[in-house]
């Protein structure tokens, strides 16, 4: 199973950014995906999940608003749309997906991608 996470990058606040996280090696649909990230010195915490047929998302409070998550089954692809963005929304982003539980929890995710840096400069 692989989850490649890519579109990360540099961006001035108040830009946007899409992240795209291409799944690989099991039944896509069966999955939701989520999306988490890590800034330096701190914990990995939630960022938005999506639930395998894309009728029901999830977002942190602290995106609500300002991103979107999205899925293509057909392209085994899920996508994290950034606007407005924040210094403090710079970190690592990670996709992972989970067959059950709980989707806004790590513990439930059974795969995870590399990540992806995201850089805002204030």
């Known amino acids: 199973v692989q989850l490649q996470a890519s579109g990360g990058g540099l961006v001035q606040a108040g830009g946007s950014l899409r992240l795209s996280c291409a799944v690989s090696?099991?039944?896509?649909?069966?999955?939701?995906v989520g999306w988490f990230r890590q800034a330096p010195g701190k914990e990995r915490e939630f960022v938005a999940a999506i639930r395998w047929s894309g009728s029901t998302t999830f977002l942190a409070d602290p995106v609500k608003g300002r991103f979107t998550i999205s899925r293509d089954n057909a392209k085994n692809t899920v996508y994290l749309q950034m606007n407005t963005l924040k210094p403090e929304d710079t970190a690592v982003y990670h996709c992972a997906a989970a067959r059950y539980g709980a989707i806004t929890t790590m513990s439930s995710y059974d795969y995870w991608g590399q990540g992806t840096q995201v850089t805002v400069s204030s």
């Open positions: 090696g099991l039944i896509f649909s069966n999955y939701a």
